[in-house]
């Protein structure tokens, strides 16, 4: 166990729609970063929250988005749902600052869009 | 840019048997290199991880793995591998500039551990 949860571990929806997934950090961490893992991409950075702040952005497209909130928690948005969305979101924290540059990861959220 | 390649997609071997999964980097800047491993229907965990300091890095269930910076590579061994071995690695790099640690990752590789 990671100490990194994510919510729902299985979502299915239709085309069109939106949805949110969450994630909590392990407890101390200050970074967010959400990756999706998918058949023909392989897995790809999306985006990087640290604090509060969004510091990086991989290629995530312009139909989703993401927020960390006070608490640290962290919430990726994706919207207008087409069937080349599914796939595995992972969200990862780590402990930003020092020489920690370990990223753990959480057990991912399966979207099926159908 | 950072780029990683995983040589092979898929691995097999028997059990008791050496294996080495190569990966090799490209970047700019110095470099900290990690191996993932997910095991199927599961989140990554890592294996090891190179910063700075001795080349040869010792991970967990017996994994190990070299930084040769003149090859840019970052190649996984173990010298005897179990059937629990089955999972999917990942090599990654990260360029570890200010607080944004983003990692690459390679395609992965397949790694199959058969009786």
């Known amino acids: 166990d990671s100490g990194v949860t994510q919510t729902p571990k299985h979502l299915i929806t239709a085309t069109g729609q939106r949805v949110t997934l969450r994630c909590s950090p392990r407890s101390g961490d200050l970074s967010v970063y959400w990756y999706q893992q998918s058949l023909d991409q392989g897995l790809q950075f999306l985006i990087q929250y640290y604090n509060g702040e969004e510091r990086a952005k991989g290629n995530i497209l312009e139909r989703f988005s993401a927020q960390q909130f006070p608490d640290l928690h962290s919430e990726l948005n994706l919207s207008s749902l087409e069937l080349g969305d599914s796939a595995l979101y992972f969200c990862?924290?780590?402990?930003?600052?020092?020489?920690?540059?370990?990223?753990?990861f959480g057990p991912g959220t399966r979207l099926t869009v159908t | 840019a950072q780029s990683v390649t995983q040589l092979d997609s898929q691995v097999p071997v028997f059990e008791e048997a050496p294996v080495e999964l190569r990966c090799n980097y490209s970047?700019?800047?110095?470099?900290?290199l990690f191996w993932y491993v997910q095991y199927p229907n599961q989140g990554l965990q890592l294996l090891l991880k190179?910063?700075?300091?001795?080349?040869l890095v010792k991970g967990i269930n017996g994994f190990e793995a070299e930084f040769n910076k003149s090859q840019t590579s970052f190649h996984l061994r173990k010298p005897s591998v179990h059937i629990s071995d089955t999972a999917e690695y990942f090599c990654?790099?990260?360029?570890?500039?200010?607080?944004?640690?983003?990692?690459?990752f390679g395609k992965g590789t397949l790694l199959t551990v058969n009786p």
């Open positions: 190179y910063l700075s300091g001795s080349t």
């Open positions: 990654a790099v990260s360029d570890g500039g200010g607080s944004n640690y983003k990692l690459t």
């Open positions: 970047s700019s800047v110095s470099v900290y």
């Open positions: 990862a924290s780590s402990q930003s600052g020092g020489l920690s540059y370990e990223q753990y």
